[in-house]
């Protein structure tokens, strides 16, 4: 059994230590807003926040996760999160919304550390996260307005 | 607040509704003539012979029914705002539901050729209209006031003079009993509050706090995973398999065959199923199969591409032609001739295939990410004799549709899984699956012949496409020009006096599919590339060469014009800089680009895109321009990525880090702008912004550079 906390929840899975962080979160706790693209840390769909970090669960191991505080968008709350997603709304960002949660996820953690992001601090925090849609250009909006928001 | 209704038993809800009257039920009849009326199916009873889109319910709860699966284009918005604005409610006080391919709902049950809006526009507005003024008519009858002094406002019917009101709910069963009108008025476009307007999505919510439910999130009580080994040398059979090594792995449960069906295309896999994915994957990796290549492991890309450069010497099919093109060009003062080559493309949605299915008794229960909710009931009930009304299917958001899931070659595999181990299957492809096994995108190559007068006036063209087909029905005739594989090359609307198109089909052994945009999405490159070389050797301005050729009034005309407008064209640009246009127009709408470009080190930087789609009419301009945006990078990726190669027999490509898509960082800013003057045809919003993006880029290059590109991909950082 190994102990995860997720959006400030206890849970004991019962998986194999190596068996990626996704698939404890997805099919054994049962949130699925975390998202399966590529399984190998190339599209961003199932970003979540390991101690604050955005990690990529689908290429992290669920061990590596014992004791550890993971956040996925389901339990994203905080001021920016929140700022993040309402900027989300109103910018009308997601099209199929797959890509969506990795995406807010990746953006939300910028923005921590960044509160005034340029273009490039966007292009170096947010390449990791695809977007077959081709959403990018709003997504580079709706963070500049989060910026705003948080600001203000 | 809309939300996903996937739990409740549709019909027998709404056969409840129907019996009781409890409620109002509208929908369109379809008759033979393709003409749609309103009827009402309360006042129908049992029999449901119609298509019902509208539920009205006592509680004042109202349903709208969405035939067209949301895939990222928005339908979940501009299909149930049809109904909405002439209903006067709001889509926030409406939930919003998808239909599962039951016949009640018609037969163009499906998300695909931009076909959504442009063809439910006005008939969907008239069974709103129709609900409103059976609504009007039950609150005047019960006031016992005139018509005239009532209207309907925000789910109400108001009575003018004395301002009392009744909600729809406390009206719709007394609506359900009012004739259902003739001919409603449908409102004047200027009464819009919701189609025209930017108006935000109910779904915009569920995807960005997680919500949204995609077919992947589908879990139900006993359910199974499944991981489906297929042979990497595409067109193989199954000859054995060792499954003993997987079966010991801890979870795995079952390990079963099960057939990929994509028209004529099929092809046996193997299934793990286990208790965890992960536990199948794990056993998948354990398996030993045996496979019979066909002499398939031989193929490759490179040779195929050979044998379409030899097949273009056959004279092909004639798909349109007009004047006397040969003679023309025989004796024309200036000729040209060019070649031009495409790749074959993956779809890539980032939600992989998946399917939950579970068939128990006689029954079959279907939750899945799927384009083709009415096809899946068409074609599931034949193929596993089951009875319409025992074939449920969910609809779920999809992660990305693009063509792809028109196909439910994933939907078979689970279903044969969850008939034989007698459990629920969820199977989930992975992404090395996805990339491989297609079903790709052909390519097209494409000979292109022009000819000029001697003033520079075009006076004969050739556009002689040679592919496969992606038409992957068994009576598929290669003699005849192929109308998909040659779309759009004749519709154009330059007026050139001479000209014959042509089609040779070659044949290829791997599933091809539509990909967004269809064939447009290569032959707008060739075509809009050679008109531009046309020019060219014309010594004219490419803009002013190709509205030269559009005399006439049309759509095209006016959409050059526009762009012409918007990007200044005629304005200088720095040097190393240029600016190229190009346009096209297929089945499903007109769109066109003006890229700028500018030299940077041996490559090519984007600068500035413009973009137009010409409407007619349009219901979300906000969609539209996330559409042409949308588009514009997907056209970018399909340009200068790699796309898909074959070597002995095996995709080359596996996922993202080799098979790449256009990043954020790559992204260059799209300014929309939209042609919406009315005229006759509504055109579609999804795929026009596709097409016109690779040969507007590659003519700017041409402008910036003078080198001519014919082939894609290419690679943008090393252009000189
Ligand atoms: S699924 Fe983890 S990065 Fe793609
Ligand atoms: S919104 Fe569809 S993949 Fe990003």
Redesign the pocket.
Known sequence: MIKLTINNQPYEVDASPEMPL?WAIRDMVGLTGT?????????????VHVDGNPV????FPVSAAAGKKITTIEGLSERIGEAVKKAWIELQVPQCGYCQS?QIMSATALLKNKPKPTDADIDAAMQ?N?CRCGTYQRIRSAIHRASEMIQS | MANQLTNIDRRNFLRLTGITGAGLVLGLSAHADGVATVENLAAAGESFELTPYVLIEKSGQITIFNTKPEIGQGTFQSIPALIAEELEVSLDKVTIQHTGGEKKFGGAQFSGGSASVRTSYTSLRKVGASAREMLITAAATHWNVPVSECYASDAKVFHRPSGKSLGYGELAEAAARVEVPKEPRLKDPKDFTILGKPSPRPDVPLKVNGTAQFGIDVAVPDMVYASIERCPVLGSKLVSYDDSAAKKVKGVVAVEKCERIHGVYRSEGVAVIAETYWAALQGRKALKVTWDYQGNDKFNTKTYEQSLRDASKQEGAVEHSQGDFDKTFAEAPVKLEAFYETPIVSHSPIEPMNCVASWKDDSLEIWTSTQVPGRIMDDFTKTYGIAPEKLKIHVMFNGGGFGRRLYPDYVHEAVQLTRKIGRPVKSIWT?EDDTRMGPFRPMTFSAMKGALSADGKAIAFQHKVISPTLDMRKDYDKTKADGTMTEGISEQKYEIANMKNLYVHHYLHLPLAAWRAVTSTTLAFSHECFIDEMAVKAKKDPMAFRLGMLTKESDTKNLLNKLKEVSHWDKPLPAGWGRGVAQYEFFAGLGGFVVEVSKKGTGIKIEKVYAAIDLGTVVNPDTVEAQVQGAAVMALTAAVKSGITFENGQTVQSN?HNNQLIRINEMPKVEVHILANGGPRIKGVGEPGLPPFAPALCNAIYAATGKRIRRLPFDINKIV
């Open positions: 996704l998202k399966f693209g590529c399984g190998m840390a190339q599209c961003g769909a199932c970003t990529r669960s689908c290429s990795g990791g695809l | 992404r993202y």
